[in-house]
């Protein structure tokens, strides 16, 4: 069945930027859904960063756009996450998922096991 | 924009009912049917319960139901389970096309 793995530095300076990449397996990531970023501070909720479809088409939370930038490679069956400017709040277990297509952002049905990236000298 | 309201902890013996609420505004909840729980147990990632307000995914099991009334979804368990012990997250498209998370509710099952 379709599984996500998230992969990338569990340790980042700050203002420094951030790069993870979530590799889709048991499945193409050129079907009709979009494939985003969720994420966890430690002992908070959940916040969406953003997602984006297999043709490139993006969507960003207003909150983090400035700082954001989702990318896809459909040869890999990949897509990334690059978050700029890096302070300690963004500290969190970062979570890849698989997106319904209706809203691109609310209906995450499958998700990679999270990893965790700590913002620190 | 403002998080969804959700009460920090309920809490039920086994066999029991209980529901959490989700309290938006008219601009989310209130406007879309586009609202989701998710279940997550310590160190696990969420899993999705309900999508669409009501509907289920493919082996959840029925002891789950979604609905809403006006501003507030509601998550209901039926015949509460030790397994079920977890804190569940809602979440709801919102009218500036992005989505917005509740604060998340720590279920105990006593």
């Known amino acids: 069945q379709l599984q996500l793995q998230e992969s990338g530095p569990g340790l980042v300076k700050p203002s420094e930027t951030l790069s993870l990449t979530c590799t889709v397996s048991g499945g193409s990531i050129r079907s009709n859904y979009y494939w985003g970023w969720i994420r966890q501070p430690p002992g908070k909720g959940l916040e969406y960063i953003g997602s984006?479809?297999?043709?490139?088409?993006?969507y960003y939370n207003p909150s983090l756009k400035r700082r954001v930038t989702i990318l896809v490679d459909t040869s890999k069956n990949q897509f990334s996450l690059r978050l700029s400017s890096v302070t300690a709040a963004d500290t969190a277990v970062y979570y890849c998922?698989?997106?319904?297509?209706?809203?691109?952002?609310?209906?995450?049905?499958?998700w990679g096991q999270g990893t965790l990236v700590t913002v620190s000298p | 924009q403002s998080a969804l309201t959700q009460p920090a902890s309920v809490s039920g013996s086994p066999g029991q009912s209980i529901t959490i609420s989700c309290t938006g505004t008219?601009?989310?909840?209130?406007?879309?049917?586009?609202v989701s729980w998710y279940q997550q147990h310590p160190g696990k990632a969420p899993k999705l319960m309900i999508k669409d307000v009501t509907n289920r995914p493919s082996g959840v099991s029925n002891r789950f139901s979604g609905s809403k009334s006006g501003n507030t979804a509601s998550l209901t368990i039926s015949g509460l389970q030790a397994e079920d012990e977890a804190d569940y997250y809602c979440n709801s498209y919102t009218s500036t096309f992005t989505v917005v998370f509740g604060g998340g509710t720590k279920l105990t099952v006593l």
């Open positions: 984006v479809y297999y043709s490139g088409s993006t």
């Open positions: 998922a698989r997106l319904d297509v209706d809203t691109a952002m609310v209906t995450s049905d499958i």
């Open positions: 008219s601009n989310d909840i209130g406007r879309y049917n586009f």
